[in-house]
């Protein structure tokens, strides 16, 4: 079974749950849903569309009511108000006769999207309810770069030798971006280093003239440091962040072996987990 399709099991589980445990009176009676009332299942979204990527995203709607055909409203606003223009929505959500849940498809203008920046888009359902679901969710829209191949290499991890006994290498690609060519990206990090403790989507983004100096996208913590996550999932902390020092006598590029150096310690949730060790990336 699907995550995504448990997930709406538990939501309608506990929707079912609520309505039965309500009451209006000492007799206990049941909560009279409608079928008009609809909510979301989670309160904010994310979307980094790249050129391979639809222009929408399509959110679930779900009701406390499967009976009857029914329409509720739908409005959205955009963060930016320059913005409002770019995104469109229907005005309104259809549920067919017997359906627990439908979608909205949002749509927008990649041309009007700046890339790299975040554009957030409020979501309104037009329902009144008096359960203790959201009828608004936020979704965050990002255009991504256009990412090409520049160099491939070979990627050795010290900080995953604090779990695994050695030192782990796997072949990684560096990639650079066709509308900035001096931002770079090791897409899908530890996820290729094929652990089964790992997912997808965790990159590394700095900038990088060819000289020794690379500069982080992350923002510089109190500390000087950045924290960048690793797509390795610890068993029993969560995910797994790379604490790097950017100086340039810790973190670098040399050109003579062709070898970035990222000096780090691994962080979870609850502080410091691995002592600082060097991370490296040989061009090949």
Request: net charge negative.
């Amino acid at each position: 079974m699907k995550m995504n399709d448990m997930k709406k099991i538990n939501t309608l589980f506990l929707l079912t749950a609520f309505i039965l445990a309500s009451c209006s009176d000492p007799e206990m009676n049941t909560y009279p849903a409608r079928s008009d009332e609809a909510f979301f299942e989670e309160t904010e979204y994310n979307y980094v569309v790249s050129a391979d990527l639809e222009d929408f995203y399509t959110i679930e709607v779900v009701r406390a009511n499967p009976a009857g055909k029914t329409s509720v409203g739908v409005e959205i606003e955009v963060e930016n108000p320059e913005l409002q223009s770019a995104f469109t929505a229907p005005q309104s959500v259809e549920f067919t006769d017997g359906e627990y849940a439908s979608s909205i498809k949002v749509s927008f203008d990649r041309a009007k999207l700046t890339i790299g920046v975040e554009n957030t888009v409020t979501v309104k359902l037009l329902s009144e309810t008096d359960l203790p679901y959201d009828t608004e969710c936020t979704l965050t829209v990002l255009r991504d770069y256009t990412w090409q191949e520049y160099a491939n290499g070979t990627y050795t991890s010290g900080l995953l030798a604090a779990f695994f006994g050695n030192r782990i290498s796997w072949k990684q690609t560096l990639e650079v971006a066709k509308e900035n060519s001096n931002l770079y990206r090791i897409a899908d990090l530890y996820h290729n280093a094929g652990t089964k403790y790992s997912k997808a989507g965790c990159n590394m983004t700095f900038t990088w003239d060819g000289s020794e100096t690379i500069t982080f996208t992350n923002p510089v913590d109190k500390n000087g440091c950045v924290q960048v996550p690793s797509g390795f999932e610890h068993p029993s902390y969560g995910m797994f962040y790379m604490y790097i020092d950017p100086s340039p006598s810790y973190t670098n590029y040399n050109s003579a072996n062709k070898t970035f150096t990222f000096n780090c310690c691994g962080l979870v949730s609850l502080g410091q987990l691995t002592n600082w060790s060097d991370d490296t990336f040989v061009l090949e």
